[in-house]
C-alpha cells in the first residue's frame, strides 16, 4: 500500500501538531498551521517529504465562551477512519518499563498537480494496550508532564520506528520545535553510537551520523518557554535501554533534560524562524550556529475565494510560483477592492450567522486573533480606555476578536474575561465582537475579512507570527510591533504599519505610538484616500505575500538544510 512513498527517499518532518485540515482537531495554533502549510507546499512542489505526528484523537479542545468572557473547554474528538488509513504495522515502544504499542495512520495531503505527501499519525489507542496507555496519543498538549514526556517518547521513538517499519527510507529528519527530539537518541541507538559503547574520553559529541541526519527547527525565543523534564522523571518513564542518564546529561543538560538542548547537540542546521529570532536565539545558545530561515504561509490554503478568483485570472501561476504575486499593480483598484469588499461582507454574515451581532461593512475594521496568552497582549489596545474611546468617537471603526487560551493558562483566561468586559464599556462607541472557536476556518475567514490586522506582541517574544503573511495574501496590511517577521515584511505606508519601534520593547511607546497610528494615519487613510488604501492592499500582496510564503520557505529548507 505505501510503495508509492517507500520507493525515493524522503525527508521525515516531526511535528508534536500537524493542522491537516480546519476541522482535524491535531493542531493547536500556530506551530501546527506552519506544520500543516509546510507540508501542503512539499506536496504543491513535489518535494519527497512524509509527516509523523500523533493522531490527538481528543483534539486540543473546542472553545465555548459564557456571557461574562469565561471560556469554557469542551472535549474535541474525531473519528481517525473518517480521513485516514489504518496501517498494517505496529511497534513498540518502552514507557515506564512497559510495551506500548504504537499505531498509525496514513493521511494523504494532496498538491495542486496531484503528488501525495503522506503524513503518519501516530496511535496508542490499541486493544493490546492498557487503559492509561491507550490514552497518551489522545490529549494535545494535554495534562501534565510525565504525559507530555510519554507522548514524546511515541512521537520520537516511536515515529522513527514506524517509519522504518512502513519501509520508508529516510534521509534527514526535520524536528519542528524540540517535542521530537528523542528522535535523535533512537537514531543513536541506530547507528551504532549506543552510549553504553562509548569508551573513556569518548563522547556523544562525536556523532556525525546522527547530527548529518537531523535539522532542527526552534520556535521558542526563551528558555521558560522550552520543553523540560526532572531527571528522575525521565529515569521513571523513558526506556531505561537507551537512556544511560550520565551520558545523556551531557547532550541534553545537566540539570533538566531540555529537549531544546538535545535536538541543537544532536542535528547539524539548526534554524530560527524569522531573522530577529534567529538572532536571539544565537545570543540564548551561542555554542551553535543558529540560521534563519523565515516562515510563510500556504498560498492557496489562505487565499479567500474572492481574492483566488482574482488572482487566479490576472497572475495564473500564482499558486505555484506565489512569487508572481508582485505582478499585482497590474490590477485595477476596482477588481481588488471589489474582492475585498466581498470577502468582508462574509464575515458580516458569519458573524450575524454565528452571533446575531451586525457589524457595519462601511466601517473600518480592525481584526485580532491569535493564542490568548500574556506576552501577546491582546489587551493593549485596551490600556487607555478613554484614549479609545475617541478615536473611535471622531472616525468610527470596530474590532474583531478571537483566540483560545490554554486551559492551562489562567492568564490567557483572564485575559479573555478583561476583554469582555472591555466590549461592555465601549459598547456605545465602539462595537467589539469577539469569537469563539478560533481554527483555520475562522482565521481564514477573519484575516480576509478586515481591514486592518492587528499585532502587539511584548518584543522579542513572536518568534516569527504567520497570522499577518495570511491577512496579506487577501490585501490586508498589518499594524504590528516591529518583532518576528514584520520587522522583515514591514514598509511603512506601503505594506502597513509599525507599532513602536525596532530597538527596544517601552510597552508605554507601544501603547501611544498605536493610538497615534490608528488616529492620524490609518484612520484617516482609510476614510480620506481610499486609492492609496487600496495601494496599501497593493502592498500586502506584492510585497509580502509574494515573500512570507512556505514555498519560498522550503525552498529555502530544500537548498540550506535539506540537500547538506
Ligand atoms: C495562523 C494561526 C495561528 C498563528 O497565528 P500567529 O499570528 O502566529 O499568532 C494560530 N491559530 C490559528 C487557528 C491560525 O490559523
Redesign the pocket.
Known amino acids: 500500500m505505501l510503495h508509492e512513498f517507500t520507493g525515493n527517499d524522503r525527508i521525515a518532518y516531526f511535528s508534536m501538531e500537524i493542522?491537516l485540515e480546519h476541522d482535524i482537531p491535531t493542531?493547536a495554533?500556530?506551530l501546527g498551521?506552519l506544520a500543516g502549510d509546510t507540508l501542503r507546499s512539499a506536496a504543491d512542489l513535489a518535494l519527497p517529504l512524509v509527516g509523523v505526528t500523533l493522531v490527538s484523537r481528543a483534539g486540543y479542545f473546542q472553545q465555548k465562551i459564557d456571557s461574562i468572557g469565561r471560556q469554557i473547554e469542551l472535549a474535541d474528538t474525531w473519528e481517525p477512519s473518517t480521513r485516514a488509513e489504518f496501517m498494517a504495522a505496529k511497534v513498540a515502544v518502552q514507557i515506564e518499563r512497559r510495551t506500548v504499542w504504537v499505531g498509525a495512520w496514513l493521511y494523504r495531503v494532496k498538491g495542486l498537480s496531484g503528488v501525495q505527501v503522506p503524513v503518519l499519525l501516530l496511535d496508542t489507542d490499541l486493544p493490546e494496550n492498557n487503559l492509561e496507555d491507550r490514552e497518551i496519543t489522545h490529549h494535545l498538549y494535554g495534562k501534565d508532564a510525565a504525559y507530555r514526556l510519554k507522548q514524546e517518547i511515541v512521537l520520537g521513538v516511536g515515529g522513527i520506528r514506524m517509519l522504518q517499519a512502513l519501509g520508508f527510507n529516510i534521509h534527514k529528519h526535520h524536528m519542528n520545535e524540540g517535542h521530537s527530539a528523542l528522535l535523535a537518541l533512537e537514531l543513536l541507538n541506530r547507528y551504532s553510537y549506543q552510549i553504553r559503547d562509548l569508551r573513556p574520553g569518548e563522547s556523544l559529541y562525536d556523532a556525525p551520523i546522527v547530527r548529518s541526519k537531523c535539522i532542527f527547527t526552534t520556535h521558542t525565543p526563551v528558555e521558560a518557554g522550552q520543553d523540560q523534564f526532572e531527571y528522575d522523571m525521565v529515569e521513571r518513564i523513558a526506556d531505561s535501554e537507551f537512556m544511560d542518564l550520565q551520558e545523556v546529561r551531557k547532550l541534553a543538560g545537566e540539570d533538566r533534560f531540555n529537549m531544546t538542548r538535545l535536538a541543537l547537540n544532536l542535528s547539524d542546521h539548526v534554524n530560527g524562524v524569522a531573522k530577529r529570532h534567529a538572532e536571539v536565539s544565537q545570543a540564548m545558545f551561542p555554542d551553535y550556529k543558529i540560521y534563519a530561515i523565515t516562515n510563510g504561509?500556504h498560498p492557496h490554503t489562505w487565499t479567500n475565494e474572492f481574492f483566488a478568483t482574482l488572482f487566479d485570472n490576472a497572475i495564473p501561476s500564482w499558486r505555484h510560483e506565489p512569487e508572481q504575486l508582485v505582478r499585482i499593480d497590474q490590477v485595477p483598484e476596482q477588481a481588488l477592492w471589489a474582492a475585498h469588499t466581498s470577502a468582508k461582507q462574509q464575515l458580516m454574515d458569519r458573524i450575524k450567522k454565528t452571533t446575531g451581532q451586525v457589524l457595519d461593512a462601511a466601517l473600518p475594521t480592525l481584526g485580532f486573533?491569535?493564542?490568548m496568552t500574556a506576552y501577546?497582549r491582546p489587551d493593549l489596545i485596551f490600556s487607555d480606555i478613554e484614549r479609545l474611546r475617541n478615536i473611535a468617537r471622531k472616525r468610527p471603526f470596530q474590532l474583531v476578536m478571537a483566540g483560545k487560551a490554554h486551559p492551562s493558562d489562567e492568564g490567557g483566561k483572564h485575559l479573555i474575561e478583561q476583554i469582555h468586559l472591555h466590549i461592555k464599556e465601549l459598547a456605545d462607541d465602539l462595537p467589539i465582537v469577539y469569537l469563539p472557536g478560533?481554527?483555520?476556518q475562522?482565521?481564514l475567514d477573519l484575516v480576509s475579512g478586515v481591514d486592518v490586522w492587528l499585532?502587539t506582541p511584548l518584543r522579542p517574544l513572536?518568534a516569527?507570527?504567520?497570522?499577518?503573511m495570511?491577512a496579506a495574501f487577501n490585501g490586508v496590511p498589518s499594524l504590528s510591533v516591529l518583532d518576528g517577521w514584520w520587522l522583515e515584511g514591514c514598509i511603512e505606508n506601503v505594506t502597513g504599519w509599525a507599532v513602536g519601534n525596532a530597538a527596544q520593547g517601552d510597552e508605554e511607546n507601544d501603547i501611544l505610538d498605536l493610538y497615534h497610528k490608528l488616529e492620524n494615519v490609518v484612520l484617516p487613510m482609510y476614510y480620506d484616500d481610499r486609492s492609496n488604501w487600496i495601494n496599501l492592499m497593493r502592498g500586502a500582496i506584492g510585497k509580502n505575500a509574494a515573500v512570507f510564503n512556505t514555498h519560498r520557505m522550503i525552498r529555502r529548507y530544500a537548498t540550506e538544510a535539506y540537500m547538506l
Do not use: F, I, P, W
Not at 516569527?464 to 499577518?468: F, K, R, W
Open positions: 493542522a493542531y495554533g500556530g498551521v504561509v486573533a491569535r493564542r501577546k478560533y481554527d483555520m475562522l482565521a499585532n513572536e516569527s507570527g504567520t497570522s499577518g495570511k
